[in-house]
């Protein structure tokens, strides 16, 4: 699934192909997500980081996966 990423402020670095979210940053993909102040999301390693920081607390979403395969082997 795509990936979208919001806050209120977004910077960007073509250089690094570093995206920094800054804000009541958001990142979701699918049904898993991820909220923070700040968040620093690498588009080449396709990863997120979620930096120490005194504004706020982060959370992260991960919804198991449905093994449907499992369901028609049965």
């Known amino acids: 699934p795509k990936l979208h990423?919001?806050?209120?402020?977004?910077?960007?670095?073509?250089?690094?192909?570093?995206?920094?979210l800054i804000g009541q940053a958001h990142v979701q993909q699918g049904d898993n997500s991820v909220t923070a102040p700040r968040l620093n999301?690498?588009?080449a390693g396709q990863t997120v980081d979620a930096p120490i920081t005194h504004d706020g607390r982060t959370t992260i979403v991960i919804q198991p996966q449905q093994i449907n395969k499992m369901k028609a082997d049965n």
């Open 5 to 20: 990423a919001m806050a209120q402020t977004i910077q960007y670095s073509p250089q690094t192909s570093d995206i920094v």
């Open 41 to 43: 999301y690498n588009m």
